[in-house]
């Protein structure tokens, strides 16, 4: 009989637990949850106290249970080691429950860390089993399944098959469809910038200083320019004053994916992905954390590498106190375990997010930065106005010396202020020019995903376990996309004064471009509508957060988790009977633009089954002979919210002939997965800087032969004799494709084309049952 079984959540968990423990130790994984309720059913017994119906979900998890079960059994003691929050006690909890543990013979253990000291502390220090944890993650999962499963139905019947709502995803939603119509709404004012350039009186030197406030309109500006004209300017008043920067707190969970988003260019999930690999191999602390605390071990490690690398000037002890209402994962930020490791052994995105952790680690324990910041103020003759001059220049760099840290917001991005040259009160000035430049209010920003994360954190809305998911959710339900938007051009005026001349110049400038920031498509403007007009509650961000709230004293063990979804549940389902019984005439998001002038029959725009769809004519169910609607895709850019009569009708000028090539006809329409070229019975995607309404024969031609360059280039080899297989060149490299199947080429074999059907044959029963990857397959929206 084996001494200690260890029950870890992931094969790199344990992997990197069994360094640490001894012979004695043997060190398993259940690969995350081992039951959970059914995928397609409700799995909840309202009439039962909400009572969850657990299953295992696969044969492949049924035979890891009996292997856990027969481990178990040859074991003096079982130690539970899944993570320490709540997700984590929830696993050990299905785990004890399944695997039928003796709770004599069974211990739970946490540690926010995979050194050998914290495991072997964990060891020396078990408990058991939080209920209360368990409870608050069953409480979140519960609630979850209840607002899903019986929103969704909902949202099949009244506007589009197979769309689904979540509670913390539809919020998100909110958020991203309010911003974009913000952005709608928004009429930026214009106001002008001026700026002059004067000539110290030592003839050379240039003093660059702007007016201290905005002017409105142009005649202002005429007028103010007309008074510099003959106006003398001196310095009238020098301030300096000296200014500190001070270091940010270590990483939360959502503090990271926002700065490694802005320095690292690394998304939501790719972000949480790395870090759990970082945490497995034992390089930092837990990864979901909202705390900022650091242990005094961390504190004391930090302090000697500070002073060991940069002097004793540079230390500070800070000891920051976590502001996040509710701060219930793991008990200290996310910081390396040996802070004195620069380097790690690691992907290359690995080391540049641990390196990103380690230097806000080290930097929140470092002196803060001074400055010196000098204001000077230039009178003008004749005028109330004054010009501003501002310097700055770094006295003593502190932190800043490690680690600066981003920021989302454009305005509040620094301003790089120079050192201004020396001057002397009363100084005058000689004027050299003045520059008015037509500026306007900026729009409020759309949203990234770390701008997301910060926004929802400051709601009080998921927690740090919640946030990637909620992330991925929303943009894999089609709600909301990445993507970029094109700018408009603006026209703005300058107007300068250069010796005793005005002149005005207008000139053009793009705004309003945007890249990689979250969009709210179609889909996701009419749910979002449609729940805010019939369930206002379940996207009110109030109630959201106080849903978080108690689920927090479910984890306190202040509130039984069935009194609050009992609570909920008896709120929640009157209404969804109410709206299911709802009659409208138009699915929801149905908006009619008008009557087309030729057929004389209405025009709808609406979300069709693929998608948003424009329908030239109504339905009559009650006359079979009657003609049937037309209907044609809306155009990528193009948005039911904003589609005009006009554009509608232009729609329906798809599919057109663009002409003949090889004696065939070039067919240009938009299909399901957007616009494309049709010929010889080939599918071609028309790019994005294209439209199949303008599209010219010389452009399908060329279309049409690069196509078929690739495709050509894209084969490396036939088989006559097995027409079923083929070597292809893929993304990833040369492959075989063999009956629906894709196995991947060896890289001992040099030249994939040499291979004969029997080399490929063997390469094919050597993988047995794994191949490279199945063939993707597109699944109908039904």
């Not at 020019?433 to 900026?442: G, L, M």
């Not at 424009?614 to 339905?619: I, K, P, W, Y």
């Amino acid at each position: 009989m084996q001494k200690n079984l260890v029950i870890v959540e992931s094969p790199a968990k344990a992997k990197t637990l069994e360094k640490f423990l001894g012979k004695d130790f043997k060190v398993v994984s259940s690969y995350g949850h081992i039951r959970d309720l059914k995928t397609k059913e409700f799995s909840i017994d309202i009439e039962n106290n909400y009572k969850p119906e657990y299953v295992i979900p696969d044969d492949k998890k049924k035979k890891l249970v009996a292997e856990l079960k027969s481990e178990a059994k040859k074991a003096e003691i079982v130690w539970l080691a899944s993570d320490e929050d709540r997700e984590g006690e929830a696993i050990s909890w299905h785990l004890s429950e399944v695997l039928k543990l003796d709770p004599e013979k069974t211990k739970r253990i946490v540690f926010h860390e995979i050194t050998k000291n914290a495991i072997l502390h964990a060891v020396e220090t078990p408990r058991n089993i939080d209920i209360n944890l368990v409870n608050a993650q069953q409480a979140r999962r519960v609630l979850d399944r209840i607002v899903g499963f019986q929103l969704s139905p909902i949202l099949w019947r009244k506007v589009k098959p197979a769309l689904s709502a979540g509670r913390v995803q539809s919020v998100a939603v909110r958020l991203i469809v309010e911003r974009e119509r913000e952005i709608g709404a928004f009429v930026s004012e214009a106001s002008f910038r001026v700026i002059a350039e004067f000539i110290l009186p030592d003839g050379a030197t240039l003093l660059k200083a702007e007016l201290h406030k905005r002017l409105k309109t142009k005649e202002e500006v005429n007028a103010f320019l007309t008074i510099c004209k003959n106006a003398t300017f001196s310095i009238d008043d020098i301030s300096t004053k000296p200014l500190k920067k001070s270091p940010a707190p270590p990483f939360t969970t959502s503090t990271l994916q926002q700065e490694a988003a802005r320095k690292l260019g690394y998304s939501v999930s790719q972000t949480m992905m790395l870090a759990q690999r970082l945490y497995e191999s034992g390089l930092i602390t837990y990864m979901r954390t909202d705390s900022v605390n650091l242990s005094d071990l961390a504190l004391g490690t930090a302090k000697e590498t500070i002073i060991k690398n940069y002097g004793e000037k540079y230390y500070k002890f800070r000891q920051y106190n976590t502001k996040t209402k509710g701060a219930q994962e793991a008990h200290e930020a996310i910081r390396p375990t040996y802070i004195s490791n620069e380097e790690i052994n690691g992907t290359a995105q690995e080391k540049k997010l641990y390196e990103l952790i380690r230097k806000r680690t080290i930097a929140s324990q470092m002196a803060d930065a001074e400055l010196e910041r000098t204001t000077n103020s230039i009178a003008i003759s004749g005028s109330k106005e004054k010009f501003v001059a501002v310097g700055e220049v770094l006295v003593f760099d502190g932190f800043l010396q490690v680690y600066r840290e981003d920021t989302d917001d454009e305005n509040e991005k620094e301003q790089e202020n120079g050192l201004l040259p020396p001057v002397n009160l009363n100084d005058p000035l000689k004027l050299k020019t003045v520059v008015a430049t037509e500026r306007f209010t900026q729009r409020p920003p759309r949203y990234t995903e770390a701008s997301l994360v910060r926004r929802l954190e400051e709601l009080g809305i998921g927690r740090p376990s919640t946030y990637a998911p909620t992330i991925h959710t929303i943009q894999n339900r089609e709600y909301v996309e990445r993507g970029d938007r094109e700018g408009t051009e603006r026209q703005y005026t300058i107007i300068s004064l250069i010796g005793d001349k005005i002149s005005e110049t207008e000139k053009q400038e793009i705004t309003g471009a945007d890249r990689n920031k979250l969009l709210p498509t179609d889909i996701g403007m009419v749910v979002n509508d449609f729940l805010m007009e019939y369930f206002p509650d379940v996207l009110d961000y109030n109630f959201t957060a106080n849903v978080e709230k108690e689920f927090d004293s479910i984890a306190e063990g202040r509130m039984e988790w069935t009194k609050a979804i009992d609570k909920f549940y008896k709120v929640f389902h009157p209404i969804v009977e109410k709206t299911s019984a709802v009659k409208t005439e138009h699915k929801v998001g149905e908006r009619e633009l008008g009557i087309d002038p030729v057929s004389g029959k209405p025009v709808f725009v609406k979300i069709g089954r693929f998608g948003p769809v424009v329908q030239l004519g109504a339905a009559n169910p009650d006359d079979k002979s009657a003609p049937k609607p037309q209907f044609a895709s809306l155009m990528k850019g193009q948005s039911i919210e904003k589609l005009t009569l006009k554009e509608a009708l232009k729609l329906f000028d798809l599919p057109r002939t663009v002409g003949e090539y090889e004696e065939k006809t070039i067919v240009a329409g938009i299909g399901r997965f957007g616009p494309f070229i049709r010929h010889d019975n080939k599918f071609i995607s028309i790019p994005k800087d294209k439209s199949p309404l303008t599209i010219t024969l010389e452009e399908a031609e060329e279309l049409i032969n690069e196509k078929r360059t690739k495709e050509a280039q894209r084969s490396l080899k036939k088989f006559d004799e097995e027409p079923d297989m083929e070597i292809l060149n893929g993304r990833f490299g040369p492959y075989i494709a063999y009956k629906g199947s894709n196995y991947k080429i060896p890289k001992t074999v040099k030249d994939p084309k040499e291979l004969t059907l029997e080399d490929a044959m063997k390469i094919i029963n050597e993988t047995g049952e794994k191949p490279a990857a199945k063939k993707r397959t597109t699944k109908k929206k039904s």
